[in-house]
Structures are given as structure tokens and as C-alpha cells.
């Protein structure tokens, strides 16, 4: 299961602890822009190849984040791409293989197509329990 997290560059530090548990100690492919964008690469082409690839969306939340153009760019192309799935899932009669997940991380407004959906609070303060919460019923079943 390939998951791709969205993040502000700003949150680097807490993205790449997230990433790295949830490739080494979960075995979850995490999708990480540090990981996959090289010197030379189309960083837009990359991009929309993580996000076609993933089943899963891990939208980091934070102030900054919020306020991203890349991470708006990515939560856009996310969404238009989960709009399709749900489509062709209803036409087939099954449960759409795509979802996407928001991750608190700091607080700030969720932004409004958001807020239907349940997030998991992962941060400093409580990292192990929230991180637990995220894999165990979510990325993991």
C-alpha cells in the first residue's frame, strides 16, 4: 500500500520521523518528496506520479500547510482523483480503494472539505499513541 503524506516543508522534521516509522517499522511504502524528487526531475511530473501510485492520502495539518500552494496543488490533484475512483467504484459496485487521511499535527482551521472527516492528532506531545491510532485501523486493514 503506497501512501503518499502531504506536508509543508516546514514540517520536514516531524514528516520525515512520520515517513520513516511508517516504512521501517510498519512496512507502509510512505511516498516522501525528499525520498522520490531527485536533482533534474519535474518536481510536478514526480508529484503526480506519487499521487496516481497511492491508495492512500496523508494530509499533514498545520498551520503552514494550510496555507501551502504545493500542498493545495497536491490535495487538489488528490481529490479530482478520488472523485474518479469513487465513480467508477459506485459504476462496479465495490468500496473505492482510495482515501485520504488528515493528520493534525498542529493546530489550525481544517480547511472545509475536511471537516466531515475524522482526523488522527499525531504531534511531539503524544507521537507514539497518535501514530499507533493512524496504522493500526486505518493504513493497516
Known sequence: MKTFISHSSIDKPFVERLATDLRTGEGIDAWL???EILPGDSIPAKLEEGLSSASVFVLVLSPQSVDSQWVSYERQTWLTEQIEEEVRAKQ???IPNRRLIPVLYKDC???PFLKHLLH??????NY???FLELVRPHLKG
Open 33 to 35: 518528496d525528499k525520498w
Open 92 to 94: 462496479e459496485s465495490r
Open 109 to 111: 482551521e481544517k480547511p
Open 120 to 125: 488522527v492528532s499525531i504531534n511531539d506531545q
Open 128 to 130: 507514539e499513541a497518535g
